[in-house]
């Protein structure tokens, strides 16, 4: 389609010559007309017609003279330009057949303003205001070989076909292009569509699906469903595809060639339906999430942005945007950044031990006294407010501020790290518990801490009333620094005695079991007196319980009751013998009756000492032997209880021992 503005006709009509006619004479003066092409068109050597730029080097002729198919070198674009390094072919769509030409006209206004990119504005226009002003020049692989993008590199030789930007591309950029730019740009009715060769960007996608910017002309992606879920139909069923050719209309995916607010797609019934396709423009900042999370946002909606853990929101922006009605949101989309300062305390931090002092430390002190609160003559106290600043090095935390965004120092609280203890000597306050910790401390990348502490102290003054009210005393106000390890010394003797309460409760109750009489029940009997007391040491106390039992004493009633026997047969042998008893008094005569054989009666006489002698020594034997019987079987017996308390007794003592172990760590640790 050629549509020239004006023609210029060259030479006069004021008079013809008699040698030539009138068809003669037009004919000789319409080869000598001059066209005169508008923005958007090439125009041929010959002058006499003009062509659409993207028809250059397309391999048909279409200039009368061939010259579209002359010069069709691929260049590169120079530095000045600032642009990356690829090729371009001349002239541009904007008349322009020089990079020289460029530089002294509205080329350089129109890259400045394309490169203040704002919401209103389509996000790709730079990109395709560079493409209109340097076309993109398509190499064949024959070609490729003499083909640089160096500004510095000779490719005379390098040929292809110049590729303008496409008319989907065209219509979707400049609908949200202003005045200034319109004016500078050719209509889009003159950018060529997809199917004569153009080019377009690859179509962005977002969590791997294809979105679309502005109001989705140009969206290429394949999504077939409307935002109520029903399937789109074929766009040949209600729309001239060939009229809208530009549109790629391909199958039944959505698309946008009516200029709607967003992609659409034709349903079943005929009607026309917004699509669930995501747009671009908006969604969830890198590192970072939105609520509520849709998949487009009506007018006057609203979201709000938060980051994700170890990020922090760009200064400058705003948490919340609202869709406005020109389909724009009223802030732009945020962004978020690694918040270095929480980084480097996690890391700096992580390793560190505040309980452990570091090597070799200087402490410097310096403090003041900013206000006398109160004087109590009486009570000699005194009642200041001091500051007080500290400074030391602590080699562990360094760090290299190049890794952490640059930042050379920063803030913790004075409980994370390690803090010289201080305590007021001659303090008067009962409530007193050191210099506060729990206030921020300055750290620098070179390990330098700085701790300032505000605080109030009582301390005690000596007051020397004698030149009341003319008198002038001098108070001191002292510190002294302790380890941490001796302020824990009162802690564990306060728990030390409360575990010696809580086991002497526990021996109490072991002496009542101990008085108990009766048996255990067989599973207790196993686990206490068997398998615990053979984890304290102290043996299988069962096997010796049943040991026991087994010993009915130390009499042995046999051997008893053969004595008794035998004594009860000396006394048969006694009684056998005659016994005389003559005389009065106190002195009896005794006279025995002589066994038969003996005349004198000598034998019998010695037999029968003898015999009273071996009954005087069985009847004590006896005596004995009946005393030893009865404190045998009054002697107590060892019950089940009784060894339980030994069971229990051994095991309060090691739980006491593991306790005290335990406690001095624990308590310098948690009273850190």
Known sequence: MVTPTHFVLLGSLSCVPAAYTVDDYFAKVLTHIEVHCSLGYFRCASRDRCILPWRRCDGHTDCSDGSDEQDCVCLSIPDDFLLNNRLTMLPNQLGQETFEAMLNSSVQELLNISDDVRENYHPELR???????FPQCSVSKENSSHCLPSPRADNSLCTGSQLVPCRSWCEEVLNKADDRIKDNI??????????NGCWNPEPTKKADEVCYHGNGKNYRGS???????VDCMEWSTDYNTDEYSWANLDNNYCRNPAGLDRPFCVTQDGSQEECDVIPCSKGPPNYGKRSPKKRFYHVGEGVKYTCNEGYTLTSGYTREVRCTEEGNWEYDKPGCSIDHRRKLQEEVLEIYGAGLAPENITIIFNGSVEQIVNLDEKNEQLV???VIDFKWRDSRLRWNPRYFGGVKAHSVLGSRIWTPTFTVKRNADVTYRGLQQDVPVRVSSDGLVVWSVEA????????DPFFFPADTMECHICFSAHTAIKQTIT???IVCMGLMGLFLFFTL???VIHGREGSLSPAAKIFFLRYMSKMLLLGDLT?????????????????????NRAYEADNVSEADEEVIYSGDGDERNKQYSSPPGDATGRGSAGISELNASVQKLTRVLKTEIRELTKAVKNEEEVSDYTLLAKVLDMLCLVMYVISIAVTVPMTMYLGR
């Open 127 to 133: 990109d395709f205001v560079t493409t209109v002003i």
């Open 186 to 195: 050719p209509p889009c009715e003159l950018f060529p569509t997809s199917q």
């Open 223 to 229: 999504w077939s469903k409307t935002a109520s879920g």
């Open 384 to 386: 200041t407010s001091v």
């Open 456 to 463: 109030l102290t009582t301390t005690v003054c000596d007051a």
């Open 491 to 493: 802690t564990v003797i």
């Open 509 to 511: 109750i072991i002496i």
């Open 543 to 563: 096997a010796n319980k049943q040991r026991n039992d087994e010993k009915p004493g130390v009499i042995n009633n046999a051997a008893i009751e053969v004595t």
